[in-house]
C-alpha cells in the first residue's frame, strides 16, 4: 500500500520523464553544427551573381594618308572610313598633303590617341622608314595600303601589307609599248621620255624596276630623258612641255607617264604645242575614266588598273586580328591589275564596258597616286 509521500513521489516521476520526453520532441534551438569544409574544386558551383561584364567602347582605327590632291586619294579615303564606320567602330585621320616630315608627325600624333590599329598610306618609301618602330613602341598594329615602306611586313608591329605589284604594271606596260613600236614600224627601237610619278615613292621605284626588267632584252629602245611629274596633272604638263621645247619633232616617239594623271597632263602640252605625231603614242597606268575616253578615240595608248579600294581588306584584316591575335598570312596581299588597250576591237569595247563599270561607282576622274 503506497503512502500519500510515495504517491507524490512517484507523481512527481512521471511528470518530470513527460516533460524530458515532449522536450526531445520539439525542434532543437541549438545551431546546427558547421559541416566539414570541401575542397573547391569538388564543390558544387555556388550560384553567385555574375560578375559586371567590362565596359568597352568600339575599336578606333587610325589613319595617315599620304595625300588629297586627285580622287584617287579622296576615294581611298572615303572607302576606308566607309568601311570601318559600317562596322560602329571609330575612324580618325590625318592628311600628309605630299609631305613625309608631316606624315611623320601625323603618325605620331594619330598613336599618341592610342588608337587599336594604325593605318598608313605612305607618301614616299624611306622617309617613312621609322613607322614600323614608332607602331611598335606605342603598341599599336600597322597596316600599310597602297605603296611600300622599308621593313618585313608581318615581323613586329606591322602585321600586314596591302598593295598593287606595280613592278607587273610597268613590265606588261613597257612590254605592249616595245609590242606596239615593233608592229608599227617593223623594228624595236624608239626613243621614249619618262615622266615618272613622285621621286622616292615606292610605286615609281617597283615600276621603274619594271621597266627595266623589259628594257634590259631591247638596246634600240632608248629612255632620252625623265622627269618628275609628281603623280599630278599640272606638274606633268609642265615636264612635257619643256621636253617638247628640248626635243623638236621626230626626236620623241614614245611618251611613257606612271600614271593616266601623268600622261593626261602630257597629252595636253601635246595637244597644244601642236605635236600630233605623239598621238595614240602616250602610254599611262591606273585605268580611269578620262584615259579610256581618250584610248577609245585613239589619242592615247594602253593603261593598266590598279586597285584603290582597301576598306573592306583592311577590315578582314582587323577581324582576323582580333579572332587570332596572330600575324595575317600572307603578310603581303597584292591585288590583281586588269590591263586596257586598244589594238583591236575587243579592246575597245572591254574600255568602253569598264567606263561604264567607273562611272556606275562614282570614280570619273583622276586615279593617280
Not at 195 to 219: F, K, L, M, R, W
Not at 257 to 262: N, Q, V
Not at 280 to 298: A, F, H, Q, T, Y
Request: include cysteine; aromatic fraction near 6%.
Amino acid at each position: 500500500m503506497y503512502t500519500k509521500k510515495t504517491i507524490f513521489a512517484l507523481v512527481i516521476a512521471v511528470m518530470i520523464t513527460f516533460a524530458l520526453v515532449l522536450s526531445a520532441c520539439q525542434p532543437s534551438t541549438v545551431e546546427a553544427p558547421v559541416e566539414e569544409a570541401v575542397p573547391a574544386e569538388e564543390a558544387a558551383p555556388a550560384e553567385e551573381e555574375a560578375p559586371e561584364e567590362e565596359v568597352t567602347g568600339p575599336l578606333t582605327v587610325a589613319f595617315s594618308q599620304a595625300a588629297m590632291e586627285n580622287e584617287a586619294r579622296v576615294q581611298i579615303q572615303l572607302d576606308l572610313e566607309r568601311a570601318v564606320t559600317d562596322q560602329g567602330w571609330e575612324f580618325i585621320w590625318a592628311n600628309a598633303a605630299g609631305d613625309p616630315a608631316k606624315q611623320l608627325s601625323d603618325v605620331e600624333d594619330l598613336l599618341a590617341k592610342k588608337p587599336d590599329y594604325l593605318v598608313l598610306a605612305p607618301v614616299e618609301s624611306e622617309p617613312l622608314a621609322t613607322v614600323p618602330d614608332k607602331a611598335e613602341a606605342a603598341g599599336v598594329p600597322l597596316i600599310v595600303i597602297d605603296r611600300e615602306i622599308p621593313g618585313t611586313p608581318g615581323k613586329g608591329a606591322w602585321i600586314v601589307l596591302l598593295t598593287n605589284d606595280f613592278r607587273e604594271a610597268g613590265r606588261v606596260l613597257f612590254q605592249d609599248m616595245v609590242d606596239t613600236v615593233e608592229a608599227e614600224t617593223g623594228e624595236a627601237k624608239a626613243k621614249v621620255v619618262h615622266i615618272t610619278g613622285q621621286t622616292g615613292a615606292s610605286p615609281v621605284i617597283d615600276e621603274q624596276a619594271g621597266i627595266d626588267d623589259v628594257i634590259v632584252n631591247y638596246p634600240d629602245i632608248e629612255i632620252i630623258a625623265t622627269c618628275d611629274g609628281r603623280y599630278a596633272a599640272e606638274p606633268s604638263r609642265k615636264c612635257m612641255e619643256d621636253l617638247l621645247q628640248r626635243f623638236p619633232a621626230g626626236e620623241i616617239d614614245v611618251v611613257f607617264g606612271d600614271s593616266d594623271t601623268i600622261s593626261l597632263g602630257a597629252l595636253e602640252a601635246i595637244r597644244t604645242a601642236g605635236r600630233d605625231e605623239l598621238l595614240n603614242w602616250i602610254w599611262g597606268r591606273d585605268g580611269s575614266v578620262p584615259w579610256l575616253e581618250e584610248m577609245v578615240e585613239k589619242q592615247v595608248a594602253s593603261t593598266y588598273q590598279t586597285i584603290i579600294f582597301y576598306g573592306d581588306q583592311v577590315v578582314d584584316v582587323v577581324k582576323t586580328h582580333q579572332e587570332t591575335g596572330q600575324p595575317i598570312d600572307p603578310p603581303v596581299s597584292y591585288a590583281t591589275g586588269e590591263f586596257f588597250h586598244n589594238h583591236d576591237q575587243a579592246g575597245i569595247d572591254r574600255a568602253k564596258e569598264r567606263i561604264e563599270e567607273l562611272n556606275a561607282l562614282g570614280l570619273g576622274c583622276c586615279f593617280a597616286r
